[in-house]
């Protein structure tokens, strides 16, 4: 009896040392989870969002949310090894199909992180989400679009994407060609999700900067695991969208 209660100890001391490693990172990458901004002293601010696979991280002036540059794809961090692939690229369209490596520290208690390697930004970066959700976290790419009253679908899965990211406060939307590196426009800033209606406060904006400061108000709805997204466009025009989650 005695033997057998050791052996049964010994066993689950066996299973809490020996955890899975890919279990413990699973969890490391979810508290990875949302969006962290780092603030440069030659006033640049980098934004960068995390949610589900993809990525985005956009540097744009402090003092009037200038657009810089933006650079995304997916990611996986093993360790501290912080791996991410590039789908666009505005400050080197080659590194689009390319990926690297960087060092990632993440500091739970702190609520904060650090970057090491080629491109990052010296300093912590600040976890501005403090683990908020939305109905609408997530990656998605548009896959419907009304026009003269006519739903028509987009091909997900053509190299020419229109993707929009949101962690829990923040969005950034991205027009790219992962066939051809080009880059079209990008906006993004902070947002909020709730009781139907999508507001966007525009932080920066690649095609034109004016726009800064600006919110914009939607409705949305969650259908089928799709987002409805209608309202009116900022040009006054009707506007009725469908994006579809990113898997």
């Not at 969002?49 to 200038?66: C, N, R």
């Amino acid at each position: 009896m005695l033997s057998r209660m050791f052996a049964t100890a010994g066993f689950c001391l066996l299973a809490v040392l020996f955890l899975p490693s890919q279990a413990v990172q699973a969890q490391s990458a979810d508290q990875l989870q949302g969006a962290w901004k780092l603030m440069t002293p030659e006033g640049s601010t980098h934004l960068l969002v995390l949610s589900g696979d993809y990525f985005s991280w956009t540097q744009y002036s402090s003092k009037d949310g200038a657009f810089i540059s933006t650079e995304g794809g997916t990611w996986t961090k093993t360790g501290k090894n912080f791996a991410i692939s590039y789908e666009f690229n505005t400050a080197d369209k080659e590194k689009v199909g390319t990926s690297k490596d960087l060092k990632l520290v993440h500091q739970p208690k702190k609520q904060t992180i650090k970057l090491k390697g080629s491109g990052a930004p010296k300093g912590k970066w600040t976890d501005i989400d403090q683990g908020k959700t939305t109905p609408l976290t997530g990656a998605w790419l548009i896959s419907g679009r009304k026009r003269n009253g006519e739903l028509g679908t987009i091909n997900t899965d053509r190299p020419r994407k229109t993707m929009k990211i949101l962690s829990g406060t923040q969005f950034q939307w991205i027009a790219y060609n992962t066939e051809t590196k080009q880059f079209f426009g990008t906006g993004g800033g902070s947002y909020t999700a709730e009781g139907g209606k999508y507001v966007e406060n525009i932080g920066f904006f690649s095609r034109d900067n004016s726009r800064v400061g600006a919110s914009l108000s939607f409705d949305f709805e969650v259908e089928k695991g799709d987002w409805i997204h209608s309202g009116k466009s900022s040009k006054g025009a009707p506007l009725y969208e469908i994006w579809s989650k990113r898997k």
